[in-house]
């Protein structure tokens, strides 16, 4: 005998389905309609380039669940449920396309493995949602804010897939299905109906059928207007996420005559990707797990400002709407309009307290890009409202006046490297490569330290290479970051115009935030040269031989993950190679790698007071000092400024703070 089952046993006029399938799709349709009127308010912007590379982060990020499956419990969870309902989903498919389109698919052994696996799954989505329940309801980790929406889902979920095994239960017991074997947990629940009588079998199990069809169908329905709607949102925010290198933001076109704004402070100034993150935001909170500013108890979470445009986007909606329509319009509603983005829906604080850091975008599974947003209405406030935090105002001065932070005269920007034998490109231009120290390596006392250790390190390589000196201007990433990006492009273009009249090809960066914003942001401004950060330098220099080393056999050290040169540029290796090849041993921090926390100095923030909660550099500091090593390691200025500031709260300390470069320089003698 065949292994077969009959198609809608027992079930008469289930044509009926079809009618109420199509009424689901019109009330699944009007709520995706609505959203789609809300995220059309945002400024149009091309999100379909490069339509492999899109499809390919799809693939990534839902189907093998990359970023969700880092954590365990909550990662095992969501797999099981997600997993378990595109069983389901390929089940009730391959049910129509045997009944409505005569193709034989539940039919002999696949029919046999497909009962099993779709089981096995509808199990495992099960277990999945009591670990979802048992996290929400009983362990209620601070990140996760509990709505009835939430619940409701839930709720929604565990029905579908319950009664779906009892019909199946009910079905195999009626039949005396001799393929029960095949479907073990529809099996087990008919062996507990076993008892009951062939028509009450039968009654129950058409009573299930709709039951189980009318739950089905109204989660179709519900699902746009529910927490739900991520499932279609989610993979569709990872097509349309941006392909630009993580570390470059969306420039502005100050030549554009028909620019009205410099900055974001209306929901119309986002583009409609922004918008539409909201929509594919879970409010899972890995984001604010991993934010600095809220960790140190600042007035920024992550997941908290997705959700407050979220809701005012929602608000506006609905009184927009109801306008064009002639509906009543609510006081709510039409309050809504009349808030401002800035100040009523984020307060100043909290688009102030945000580094930069990245943790946010890189934790997301839905890959919200929460950093552009930020600096969007950074640069509303800078650039149109002259307002920021009064410090700031003596950095932007600095920075106009003298091409550096600190302020420091340019004319002193060489100074550092007197009595080293460093060419000056001004003066011999015959070099293989830039060297570019940035304004700490040519402006800090302590920094200046790493700058002649570089040095040190290229000139025992025999590396034929020089630096601009007075011709060098700050990178601008400061300023960019805190919002001036009329000041940024201002020097971006002063650098590469100057950087182009030497022919230089490759450019050896001293800081993170200099690398960055030489490789991923200067080519939108027609840079054209190869940048590399000064530990994979080394690193390469070390591998091929052009720099012998004196390994030690005592150097235990704990080494910390800048932001700008991991997260933004996924340089974790490099680093930590060196160190390896140094013969040092390194004790990880608690929080390293991708989730590395920050210094504190990011976006800007290196610049401002930190007034508000504790001090990120001091809980990094801490996390440093846990390790018991007896040295730090960095291979960023600002990081290396935070963290040496952050020791000065433990005098019975004698950690010590090295660059990765001074480092090998000691190796060198």
């Known amino acids: ?190 062996k507990v109906f076993g008892v009951m009588s062939a028509g009450a079998l039968s009654g129950a199990h058409v009573f299930f059928w709709w039951l189980h069809l009318l739950l089905a169908f109204g989660f179709i329905a519900y699902l746009p207007y529910s927490k739900l709607l991520h499932i279609v949102t989610t993979p569709l925010n990872q097509f349309f996420s941006t392909l630009r290198p993580k570390g470059a933001l969306a420039g502005i076109d100050f030549e554009n005559e028909d620019l009205e704004n410099y900055g974001v402070s209306q929901l119309e100034h986002f583009t409609w990707k922004q918008l539409f993150d909201t929509a594919a935001c879970t409010r899972c909170g890995r984001c604010q797990d991993n934010c600095p500013a809220y960790l140190t108890k600042k007035p920024l979470s992550p997941k908290e400002m997705t959700q407050d445009l979220k809701a005012y986007l929602e608000d506006c909606g609905s009184a927009k709407q109801s306008i064009g329509t002639g509906e009543e319009v609510t006081a709510e509603t039409a309050a809504a309009e009349e808030k401002s983005l800035v100040g009523d829906v984020f307060s100043e604080d909290t688009i102030w307290s945000c580094t930069t850091c990245r943790a946010c975008q890189e934790q997301c599974p839905s890959l919200v890009e929460h950093i552009d947003k930020t600096i969007g209405m950074r640069r509303h406030l800078v650039l149109e409202e002259s307002n920021f935090p009064a410090e700031v105002q003596t950095v932007f001065r600095n920075l106009e006046n003298n091409s550096n932070p600190w302020g420091v005269g340019f004319a002193e920007r060489a100074k550092w490297a007197e009595g080293l034998d460093v060419k000056i490109l001004e003066e011999d231009s015959d070099v293989d490569i830039l060297y570019w120290p940035g304004c700490a390596g040519a402006f800090d006392d302590r920094n200046k330290k790493v700058a002649a250790a570089v040095v040190k390190v290229l000139q025992a390589a025999g590396i034929n290479f020089g630096i601009l000196g007075t011709e060098e201007k700050c990178c601008g990433d400061s300023a960019r970051r805190i919002g001036n990006e009329y000041l940024f492009q201002m020097t971006a273009e002063e650098n590469i115009e100057t950087i182009k009249s030497y022919g230089i090809k490759k450019i050896v960066t001293h800081c993170p935030h200099c690398f960055n914003t030489l490789k991923n942001e200067y080519p939108e401004f027609g840079a054209d040269f190869e940048v ?138």
């Open 1 to 190: 005998m065949t292994a077969s089952r009959q198609l809608y046993w027992n079930i008469h006029g289930h044509g009926f389905m079809y009618l109420l399938f199509l009424v689901a799709l019109v009330i699944f349709g009007y709520g995706i309609y609505r959203q789609y009127k809300l995220w059309r308010r945002g400024l149009p912007e091309n999100r379909t380039d490069d339509i492999p590379t899109r499809i390919y982060n799809v693939l990534v990020h839902t189907f093998s669940h990359r970023r969700i499956l880092r954590e365990g419990y909550a990662g095992s969870m969501h797999g099981m449920i997600f997993y378990g309902f595109i069983l389901f989903v390929l089940g009730t498919t391959v049910v129509a396309l045997q009944a409505d389109f005569g193709l034989e698919i539940y039919h002999g052994s696949l029919y046999l493995w497909l009962s099993l696996l779709l089981d096995l799954g509808g199990l495992a989505a099960i277990v999945g949602i009591l670990l979802a329940y048992y996290r929400r309801y009983v362990l209620k980790p601070d990140r996760l804010d509990n709505k009835p929406d939430d619940g409701y889902s839930l709720h929604l979920l565990l029905l579908i897939i319950v009664t779906g095994f009892i019909l199946e239960g009910f079905r195999i017991t009626a039949t005396q299905d001799p393929w029960a074997a095949w479907s073990p947990v529809g099996m087990v629940i008919g």
């Open 532 to 669: 590399v950060h000064h530990t994979q330098y080394i690193r390469e220099l070390i591998d091929t031989g052009a720099l012998p080393l004196c390994k030690s056999t005592d150097l235990e050290v704990t080494y910390h993950d800048s932001c700008y040169l991991g997260r933004y540029n996924d340089e974790y290796q490099a680093p930590r190679q060196v160190i390896d090849r140094l013969g040092g041993t390194i004790k990880e921090m608690e929080k390293n790698n991708n989730q590395s926390f920050c210094c504190g100095a990011g976006g800007g923030r290196m610049w401002m007071e930190e007034t508000l909660g504790s001090r990120i550099n001091e809980e990094r500091t801490k996390q440093a000092v846990a390790t018991g090593a007896g040295t730090v390691v960095t291979n960023c200025p600002f990081c290396l400024t935070m963290i040496e500031d952050g020791l000065k709260n433990y005098e019975d300390t004698e950690m010590n703070t090295f660059d990765i470069a001074e480092l090998v320089e000691k190796a060198l003698h």
